[in-house]
């Protein structure tokens, strides 16, 4: 995958307004009602991911989900970034 410039990252955030760009990787935080529902979206995520072949760096704490994604081995955000985001936004809508 290619590397995405940053004129066309920014273009594209344009449809992810839970997301930003900063140290070349997306970055977004959900928030859930409790931690039953943070690891459940979790665990749909993961099949995304699995099925996507594209894996995030991730934390939770409690109800609360951080997610960046970057191609490591475009030592940037890619489309397949985007592809991701859009199933997670798919998810964590679903959740809300």
Not at 15 to 41: G, I, M, Q, R, T
Not at 53 to 70: F, G, M
Not at 75 to 87: C, H, I
């Amino acid at each position: 995958m290619t590397k995405l410039d940053k004129d066309t990252i920014e273009a594209k955030l344009l449809h992810f307004p839970d997301w930003d760009y900063y140290d070349d990787a997306l970055h977004a935080e959900f928030e859930f009602d409790n931690f039953k529902d943070c690891f459940s979206a979790m665990s749909r995520i993961a099949f995304e991911c699995e099925a996507l072949n594209h894996h995030p760096d991730w934390t939770n704490v409690y109800n609360v989900l951080t997610i960046s994604l970057s191609t490591h081995s475009a030592d940037g955000v890619t489309e397949k970034d985007f592809q991701l985001a859009e199933a997670i936004e798919a998810i964590v809508e679903v959740q809300e």
